[in-house]
């Protein structure tokens, strides 16, 4: 994990850019919308901003700062996630009924953190090198959570009866007709699968190898609205042969006929609920998204096709020429809503048929950090691409995202591939 | 349920006087704790405040007010709390997770439907005296509920783990030696059971009947913490003979060893959770409440007693002059903590050996408001008294609350009877 | 609990007649039925052979023979049933996975016990009119189980689509309409409730004691099936202001839309599984059975009436002459079906509106047999009357059973009463 | 799926035994122990010998028997296991409670089938080449579902407190030491994965293809129970950092801390139940079995080492020269207990670290067959090697397992793997 913030950005200007983007993305909420948990893998908003500040404080002041007292030891129990090695925590689906510690307290601990680490960026301490590289590592904790900021802010008010905006910035509408059909193409061989290069990428990323591939093709664009509501149409969620069984059973059991956020009006016409606007008319242009793996691995077998493995989806990512992204595009965007781009990377995650496991070599760290990736590579499937979410410095070719196959709150999509070259 | 506004207070100034006191109660809130819900059986304090405001719309206005616009239908859907023939509305255990409407809507709302009603009822409406009759009756509804607010608040703030105080008013002390040991006596024969007179009661205290009692006698006092204590320390909680088998179990599969709010210090002391003050020794001269029925039976049973029945109660308060409380102890009281007054009324609801079921002759009321007593007759036991939470004017004689046999979140105690006179 | 065999037969031919008639009634079974738990309430029949015979081993040969070996200790775990006193046992609902002990071992278990018993009654044991009394009370014990192995054989046969029959002896069928509208009356007073006389009784019939009741009426005959057809063509299970909330709610979420064993063909016509020739077609003359308390409830509700507390019930049978049926008439049935016979003795188990609760001055035993019927008084209704199923030595005027208000696999059924004299 | 039969047993003679084989495993028996179900993934062993039956005629009587009469249409329902196109069935969990069929009847259907399939057999039907090509998968399936007999059988009975005997043969001991320490060693490079040659396969052993694996080597012994009692008295369940998340999760939860069978004496001393025997000792120098692919996850992580991949697996098994076993050694043995016999197939199941995916070009039947294995994979691991239960014919090379990573009831082993070549 070495250095990568650009030469332009000091990493104390880098790490104060992403402390405020936290607290930005929360500006629009009501005080009521901070503390709720209507799912237990939605936290509130208010856990989010001060988890991330935990992770300063624990994992750095608390580690090298001589004698540092904390701002309050009661607060670890309520902000520490999963670490074990970090002490007893609250239950995480009881996050939502604590009403206490309340946002002001919160704001005023995110200061106090944001000023300490600031000082000791600045001081001599023998052990700076060390300390860089850590607050550039929970700066990419705090962006993993600005975007669970935002699928959780989704979840909270795209499932009240009101559907209130979370910006009243109007939503894109585009044609990707010029992407349709059209495929990258990966011959037979041997590929470098891993994360390569100098700057930042998590455990999970490495160690770098070989995989062999055979011919196969990927298509350029994401699956559409279009394209998924004729499945629906075509009885695809009722067709048990397309399904894994343990995903029919699911959609059966919770009696799911359509994407999250989806609902009916009165005439058939189909809704979602979007970050931008509230409810709007589901546009059969756009990439859907918020479906599980398992609708996903539905959608591809009725489409004649098939998921792409996590290693063809970086092969061909790297074909493609690394699939980064137009930055002004990227940048444009605050409705958080995904667009039929033709790029790898921004619009959704991507399910993969690859289940989540250890690299070769894979290098788990010592002590917490090993919790950090290691202890989920079981019964999770890989994600690929990054989202309208994800913050643009967190999107890379080698990233790898992972989520239960019922997980459907992420900005989660359909990318198809094939056997063969034609 | 005739006429009970005293003469020297119009019903307008009473409905405002009710109307300003659940507001009041909510005043040493912070906004996150008007949302959650930590238990289902616990509301959210905004939806209090919001539905009690609704039965007046629904019930008043909409019935009786000509074209009346409602202040928004989409309300309807939040705060209708289980009447079915109000049409749908939200599963009760999933309140906790609406940030909208957000608190100062519900404020709005409160002031829009105060002052229609205050308009309202200084009209010559052809029908006013039902209606006056149903702003009655939508007082005593509101009165239940701030009984409930202060319960569900307690809830919210003493299973939080900082323990926050709702009010920092040091807590009474007092001794109750005075009453130890002390009986009523009643003689065996006919007793009247219900409510007689013209002030206001509910259906289900209705109608006055006969019963037949054998000589008894009730203690003067409530239980204490410290007969409590002791039937802890004698294993009270593991010894089966003590217990109603469903009652053990519902201990064993819940580790229930002690009642609510009840939390040993590292010494091994106990301490509770009060809203004065926050968590505080227990005080064994004190009532024991926050115990459920299962508890209350085993502990009596342990004390060689038993519940009363609640005929038996009634009768007994009727024998002791009413059980009619001094105006100025109850009113002085604004830490909402029982005490050892002697009193058989305003220091703890009592669970009593009767299951809720309908009296003779029950008149259950035509329509939705059939609802609101008679659909409840089922598995569920009588409590008698009022407790420190139950406003004065709400609370009488012949009163019949009821609750399940494990819940414990109400301030609810024990009251000891024994057969024969001696 | 005196002695109620009479004069013609002696308890030692009582006592091997009831030990024969338990094996009698299994003998319709194959292997494969005796083991099973299609649901927590029933036990597989080869365990009730079992239980009623470790009630006699345990609480009569263990504890009165000097130096009495058990027959096999690990069977204590097995056949103890909730006896808190006796030891640990299995798990109630983990009874249908025990293959052993075997069906062969438990019916040598029985013959051994069956003979110790009868070496006890002959010999001139010091204590020998205790234990005469304890064998009459286990013979009791037993009768009740030989009620639930023909209600749990009837489940685990009338849930298996094969539908096979218990028994091939046609079912009787017969008209009513000579009861039609006739009731008992009972006037306003007081009246006499419990267990008078010298002959057995069970704790809870116990102490005798005054009611005071107001003038009502009872049904002389059972509702009918055809009757309970015409309230479920009305709605009735969807009409929820016929229904407790507990009620509905039950209904609701277990899709309950008809008495259990209740199946409907093809072309709509209702059929029902009973134990003499299996799947039948319902005869609307005949009583409705297997109902829950909830359906009796609504049920009466819909039909302008109410269910009689068990007090009621009690005096309206005395009243009647005390309700004893014709013994030809009970004895001849083998096919275990309820009759439209008028009587108020055994057809089926009624329903009424009374908590199961202590008697005034109840006298709960000490020790294990305080455990019998103590242990359950809270969150049930009482039934009486006795059903087609019970042993005609085991019906009487003041039995009480009991029963939660969901069950319906025993012969339950509903008797309506009406306030007023006419 | 091509011709495995050897040219010395007719297929017709291959069919008739390994139907013989699958009642003879039944013989030990008591005719309770055939019908119930302990535990949701366990079957009835009537089912199951109804089951396989069921497949013969449903697959191939009623496919290619031109009028043919099914034996009873009814039993489609209760021994159609999972395929969705084949018309509806019982639910899983509901077996254990279906007491008929009875066994009488089951075995009159075995006889009839295996009639009329020997008929077919013996006819010169046109189809005769598809018709013996599902006559020899059907008889893989019912071997499959002699090892399920077994380790269901083994889960009744070793849970029964009882512990009876599946067969008195005396449980065999050896010592492994030869094989401690020892490593097959496989170099970096392409292998190739899959099924190969002519004989049976499954398709998911398909297509064929190539794997690039990195230096490692694989350990030529099973870990033993003396190994895995070191990593317990190591506090290996307690100690987090060596699990996954979800997996000490498991073990927390369902309070595991040991292998499934293990018993502790009052003394401290393990034993633990065998087929062979019933509870024994557990010995040391034999391998652990019963563990779940959590434990063996945290097991491998104790030992510094890990699991191999599948992929890994069969290249060093290929290294190996094939992993097959000894016939007399196989055959020897009838009292299904792994043995420490120093090859790759026939003793346990080993957990794999690859997650159950489909192969490249992995060609899922059409139709109901492709139901068999191509809609579970998701959320399994794969187990490779065979076990003591596993016919032997049914072991190879290139056999794919799967399991869900809780499962313990069948003979699941741990294998440990190292990157590197020393």
């Not at 030469?7 to 850019?17: G, I």
């Not at 700066?139 to 802010?153: G, K, S």
């Not at 455990?203 to 196969?216: P, T």
């Amino acid at each position: 994990m070495t250095k990568s913030i650009d030469s332009n950005t000091s990493l104390a200007d880098h790490f104060l850019v992403v402390r405020q983007q936290s607290v930005a993305l929360c500006a629009p909420l009501r005080p009521e919308d901070y503390v709720v948990q209507p799912y237990p893998d939605v936290s509130p908003p208010k856990w989010h901003l001060g988890h991330v500040t935990w992770f300063f404080e624990n994992f750095i002041l608390a580690e090298y700062v001589d004698g540092y007292t904390p701002y309050d030891t009661a607060l670890n129990w309520f902000f520490n996630s999963y670490y074990e090695s970090q002490g007893p925590r609250i239950t995480r689906s009881n996050r939502g009924n604590m009403t206490r510690p309340e946002l002001s307290t919160i704001l005023d601990y995110r200061r106090h953190v944001d000023e300490r680490i600031a000082e000791l960026l600045a001081s001599d301490h023998r052990e700076i090198i060390r300390i860089r590289e850590l607050v550039e590592l929970g700066c990419h904790h705090e962006q993993q959570h600005q975007e669970l900021l935002l699928t959780d802010i989704k979840y909270i008010l795209g499932t009240n009866p009101f559907f209130p905006a979370y910006t009243d910035e109007p939503v894109t509408t585009e044609t990707q007709a010029a992407y349709q059909g059209e495929y990258l193409k990966v011959e037979t061989g041997l590929h470098t699968i891993g994360h390569e290069g100098s700057g930042f990428c998590w455990d999970n990323e490495l160690s770098v190898h070989q995989v062999y591939l055979e011919d196969f093709r990927l298509a350029t664009s994401l699956v559409a609205n279009g394209d998924y509501l004729r499945f629906m149409r075509d009885g695809g969620y009722e067709r048990f042969e397309l399904w894994q069984m343990e995903g029919i059973e699911w959609a059966r059991s919770l009696e799911v006929k359509a994407p999250l956020y989806w609902v009916q009006d009165e005439s058939g016409k189909w809704l979602h609920y979007q970050l931008g606007g509230g409810l709007q008319p589901v546009d059969p242009s756009l990439p859907v998204t918020h479906v599980s793996w398992y609708e996903a691995d539905a959608y591809a077998r009725w489409a004649g096709a098939r998921l792409p493995t996590e290693f063809e989806w970086e092969a061909a990512c790297k074909v493609a020429g690394g699939g980064v992204r137009n930055d002004q595009n990227w940048s444009d965007r605050t409705n958080f809503q995904p667009l039929a781009s033709g790029d790898l990377l921004g619009d959704t995650w991507e399910w993969t048929n690859s289940a989540y496991l250890p690299y070769p070599r894979y290098p788990r760290p010592e002590g917490a950090l090993g919790e950090y990736n290691g202890k989920f590579m079981v019964n999770q499937m890989v994600l690929r691409g990054g989202s309208c979410a994800t913050p643009q410095s967190h999107a890379r070719v080698s990233y790898r995202n992972f989520f239960q196959t019922d997980k459907r709150w992420q900005f989660t999509g359909i990318r198809l591939a094939w056997d063969g070259l034609s």
